[in-house]
């Protein structure tokens, strides 16, 4: 597997972090391609259980070289935190490098999307409040600041001072908010600059020359596909590529170089934010999976909404990334249930579509259609192989490999680094 790429299947929080730090065992590199710290990654390893929002979830393993891709947003303050935070828990961080092009969240990013999300109400996209939107807004529209500008002090000053002013008259006038000081905020990240420059560098070449030494690379995906700027529930989605062409563009590796896409998938599904969610369950059962699944957000707190598998959302990420094979994690959340549901269908108007409608609005009509399978009602966090798998769980393995047209490479069946079943080496 010289190059892998973990991509979020559905909707985010599938278990990403886990995996990578579960695959990056013998890896040479590990990177991170997308977002921002709108991402939450978690870890349970023999060092304790870390909560990742920009350092790569290979950080744990010593051989592997850690990259913050370009195509990552960077909030340097929150950075720095998680490097302290880890060298504190004894995790060395000297195998850490940050593209220079990758661009650096600003406060007025966060403040934009705090004043956003306000001005839209009711229909409020549910965003982490991270400054996301606002700063890749910022990199579209050549008005970004990137790491490599931010170190080099009078580039920084000349560039702050342009954007501010058009900033603040954004934030003065369209939102009747208060400006941000030039002053401050120059000072400031003047500070970050100092600490983060010496992990800044061009971070393409470190990943395609690991490769031309056919050394093992791993590139860490963040969200997930049905959040994907164009082809997830637009417009409740981020502002960034989740998916396996995001691999590519947010580290600067050719579609040529990838050759294996391992999409993560929960055993069920859920969504943090609004938007339109066919399986979600608003009754008990929903309340149970939340709860038997500690369903809370890793960057907000923010209870995620939870519901069966939706294999029409699953097929539908499955062929726009190419998956050539899934992990389906938190396997043990449905130990307990008697039947389980996997939806195959959207009925709309007495029909039933095979496919994802464009439009939120149809979305949100759709019923799904469900196929009952089931359950297994047994204890499956310490089952070791496959084979160990009660039947029941192996026909619902064997049903989604079914709907999803993918095989099921890995199950994960705990949050432990060790509670995973490798169906097929990866
Ligand atoms: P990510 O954003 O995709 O990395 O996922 P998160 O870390 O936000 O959310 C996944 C949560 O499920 C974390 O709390 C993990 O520790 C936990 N987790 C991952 N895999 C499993 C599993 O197989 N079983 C259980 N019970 N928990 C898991
Ligand atoms: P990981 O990497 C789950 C969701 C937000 C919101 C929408 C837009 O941990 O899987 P944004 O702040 O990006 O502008 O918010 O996207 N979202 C996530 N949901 N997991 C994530 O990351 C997410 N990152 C963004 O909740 O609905
Ligand atoms: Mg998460």
């Known amino acids: 597997m010289p190059v892998t790429a973990i991509i979020g299947g559905q909707w985010g929080d599938e278990g990403k972090g886990k995996i990578v730090d579960l695959l990056s065992e013998n890896v040479d590199v590990v990177a991170r391609f997308s977002g921002g710290t709108n991402a939450g ?207 590519c563009l947010g580290t600067g590796l050719s579609p040529k170089r990838i050759d294996n896409i391992l999409g993560v998938f929960k055993a069920y599904t859920t969504r943090v934010g609004g938007g339109p969610f066919p399986t979600e369950l608003t009754d008990q059962l929903g309340e149970e999976i939340r709860n038997r699944g500690k369903e809370y957000g890793t960057t907000t707190g923010r209870p995620r909404r939870c519901g069966w598998f939706d294999g029409v959302a699953a097929r539908f990420a499955a062929r726009l990334n190419g998956f050539t094979g899934m992990v389906i994690t938190k396997f043990d959340i449905l130990d307990t249930f008697p039947q389980i549901k996997i939806c195959t269908g959207y009925e709309l108007d007495g029909k039933v579509l095979g496919t994802m409608p464009v439009n939120t609005d149809i979305l949100e009509t759709c019923t799904p259609v469900y196929e009952e399978l089931p359950g297994w009602q047994t204890d499956t966090s310490a089952i070791q192989s496959y084979d160990a798998l009660p039947q029941p769980a192996r026909q619902y393995i064997k049903r989604i490999e079914e709907i999803v047209g993918c095989p099921v490479d890995v199950t994960s069946i705990g949050a432990n680094r060790d509670q995973s079943i490798i169906i097929n080496p990866v």
């Open 41 to 247: 990654h978690t870890v349970v390893n023999s060092q304790g259980e870390f909560k990742l929002h920009l350092i790569p979830a290979g950080i744990f393993r010593p051989q592997a070289n850690c990259i913050i891709g370009n195509g990552v947003v960077i909030n340097p303050k929150v950075l720095l935190g998680e490097i302290d935070a880890l060298k504190e828990r004894g995790v060395g961080v000297d195998r850490l490098s940050i593209s220079d092009r990758a661009h650096i969240i600003m406060p007025y990013h966060i403040l934009l999307d705090e004043l956003e999300e306000t001005a839209r109400g009711s229909s409020a996209i549910g965003t982490t409040k991270q400054g996301i939107g606002p700063a890749y807004m910022d990199k579209s529209a050549r008005r970004g600041i990137r790491l490599g500008e931010l170190i080099d002090r009078d580039l920084f000053g000349k560039r702050l001072k342009g954007f501010l002013e058009f900033k603040n008259r954004v934030i003065t006038r369209v939102f009747g908010a208060e400006p941000l000081s030039f002053d401050e905020i120059f000072e400031e990240y003047c500070g970050y600059a100092d600490r983060l420059g010496p992990f800044a560098g061009e971070t393409s070449s470190l990943i395609n020359d690991a490769l031309d030494q056919n050394k093992f690379v791993l590139l860490e995906g963040a969200q997930g596909t049905m959040l994907d700027i164009d082809f997830g529930t637009y417009p409740y989605v981020t502002s960034s590529p989740p998916t396996a062409w995001g691999a």
